[in-house]
């Protein structure tokens, strides 16, 4: 795996002095440029083994969002505006525009809403598995981990005590998930910042299921039909409302799709791109 590399921008902040910002990302390849968004928790890495099946194709560079891996993690209010702008910045730096955007889960809200908003930066979007369709369940669901986000050393204690009861239940799995996100909640600002947001229904205000319908670029979406986090109704509606985009279902696939199917990625996308590129030559 090749090492992280970084840039610097000043990083334009609403209410707030303009930051100086490290993006940090990898990258391998020539050819049309493709960018890559990781999902929650994630980071630039979980795009490697695609990247490998794609790097004699593409320009592949997959980033570190704001508040994840290595880049930056300003204290801030984030949001997925935040996550737009900064990606934004990070494609002027790598003068990578125009691109294909490729996106995963919460990297596919940032995807989509980028292209809303930036349409003209991009030759085509993929998303894969994408959160942003509004669904007061995710909300519902999170309450009961709430927590996970206190900062209080209990409920880390609480945990520990209780690993052995999980053993004794047969839910160790499922424990040791939990044990994993109180983990990544407590090293990543961005994450515990997002969700907090998130249980109030009056946050999700930046759901963008009312606003894709005006997307007129090249779009493919990707979903597993085994997917225990994102529900496929939401790639459907990605699907349906945006102009001629292409759904994939890959059959017994789960969420994780960058980790653990790479090679079904790559036979969607690399004729996806090349197509699309054949069109617009």
């Known amino acids: 795996m090749p090492t992280r590399q970084f840039i610097e921008f000043v990083l334009s902040v609403p209410d707030s002095q303009p930051l100086t910002c490290r993006a940090a990302y990898l990258e391998v390849g020539q050819g049309p440029a493709l960018v890559m968004l990781h999902g929650f928790m994630g980071s630039a890495v979980t795009w490697w083994p695609l990247m490998q099946k794609l790097q004699s194709h593409y320009r592949c560079i997959s980033l570190d969002l704001l508040g994840f891996g290595k880049s930056a993690k300003p204290a801030l209010r984030y949001n997925i505006a935040l996550e737009v702008t900064f990606v934004s910045h990070v494609l002027k730096a790598l003068s990578l525009e125009p691109c294909y955007l490729l996106g995963h889960s919460f990297g596919g809200w940032i995807g989509a809403t980028y292209a809303l908003k930036y349409p003209q930066s991009l030759q085509g979007l993929i998303l894969a598995a994408p959160a942003g369709i509004r669904d007061d369940s995710f909300r519902d669901r999170w309450q009961l981990l709430k927590p996970l986000l206190w900062a209080s050393p209990w409920v880390d204690w609480g945990l520990g005590l209780a690993t052995p009861l999980a053993g004794l239940l047969g839910k160790q799995a499922e424990f040791q998930k939990l044990r994993w996100y109180r983990q990544s909640l407590k090293e990543q600002p961005v994450a515990s910042s997002f969700l ?24 493919l979406v990707i979903s597993g039909d085994q997917d225990e986090t994102i529900p496929l109704w939401h790639s459907q509606t990605y699907a349906n409302q945006i102009p001629q985009a292409q759904l994939a279902i890959i059959p017994g696939a789960s969420h994780s799709l960058p980790q653990n199917h790479p090679e079904e990625l790559a036979e969607l996308i690399l004729p996806f791109m090349a197509r699309n590129l054949a069109t617009s030559e």
């Open 196 to 219: 907090r947001d998130r249980l109030r229904s009056e946050a999700a205000i930046d759901t963008v299921e009312q606003e894709i319908h005006r997307l007129q670029l090249p779009t």
